[in-house]
């Protein structure tokens, strides 16, 4: 049998070696995302479906559900116009690179002090944003995630325009350029409106707690739930798909392989 015959039996069974490799690897990461990732999120996911449910002027220390109406203590305006409680707004900007298009954000702002909850008569400080904590606003994208560490905020919708609200154009001056890549988002809930609160609380407000720190959502906990859940679970879905990969091309090699062998 002359080199040039054997050669490629050698480099098949070279890249079966390989592929071998890959899939001891990805099977090890599968086995890492599962048992620490994985199963720690979905342990910390069925116990966040099952949080109990608190009433206004009520103390609890670990992590509970309360309902109420939102209310600040004065009017409040969106850029828009629109009548609110709390309200986020921003400018994005669209670039071109090549083929490809990307947005960046290039000001935001909001107002999301001085927030009252209120129901039966009772009225509590809503002080989930009182310390410094990180936000997360949920946009409503297709397999959404949000990390633990973040309070979550759920507005159910999130308008936008081309025009950029003159409103906000003065909050933002100097940070843009108006033109026809730049866009108006902005999403808000307006005074009164019943909400569904996650966190901690002392009889005179409801604060934020460790992991996750709390949520506000315009509806109910449904949409932050899932946007936790996807959090964990794409650890898992890239474990699964890894594997797949690897392993489908394994078998390829392998049947190369006994071909070239046959």
């Not at 009520?58 to 309360?66: K, L």
Request: net charge positive; aromatic share 6%.
């Amino acid at each position: 049998m002359t080199k040039r015959a054997v050669w490629p039996a050698v480099r098949t069974a070279v890249a079966t070696g390989f592929y071998a490799l890959c899939a001891v690897g990805a099977l090890g990461f599968a086995d890492h995302a599962l048992g620490n990732s994985g199963i720690a999120g979905l342990r910390r996911l069925s116990a966040l479906s099952r949080l109990p449910e608190r009433r206004l002027g009520e103390s609890w220390a670990s992590p509970a559900v309360v309902r109420g109406t939102l209310h600040t203590p004065g009017p409040r305006q969106t850029p828009s116009g629109i009548d609110s409680s709390i309200w986020y707004g921003w400018i994005e900007e669209e670039h071109g690179s090549g083929k490809n298009t990307y947005t960046v954000t290039v000001c935001a702002k909001g107002e999301d002090t001085d927030l009252e909850l209120q129901k039966d008569g009772r009225a509590v400080r809503l002080d989930l944003l009182a310390g410094g904590e990180h936000v997360a606003l949920l946009k409503g994208l297709p397999l959404e995630t949000l990390p633990l560490d973040r309070v979550a905020l759920d507005f159910a919708a999130v308008s936008r325009a081309r025009q950029v609200p003159l409103p906000m154009q003065r909050l933002c001056a100097g940070k843009f350029r108006p033109g026809s890549n730049v866009s108006y988002r902005e999403a808000f809930i307006a005074p009164h409106e019943p909400v569904t609160v996650l966190g901690c609380a002392s009889a005179e407000a409801i604060h934020s707690c460790g992991t996750p720190p709390g949520a506000l959502s315009r509806q109910e906990l449904e949409p932050v739930l899932r946007a936790y859940a996807n959090s964990t679970l794409n650890s898992i879905r890239g474990a699964a798909a890894l594997v797949g990969l690897t392993l489908s091309l394994l078998a390829s090699a392998l049947l190369k392989l006994r071909q070239g062998a046959a």
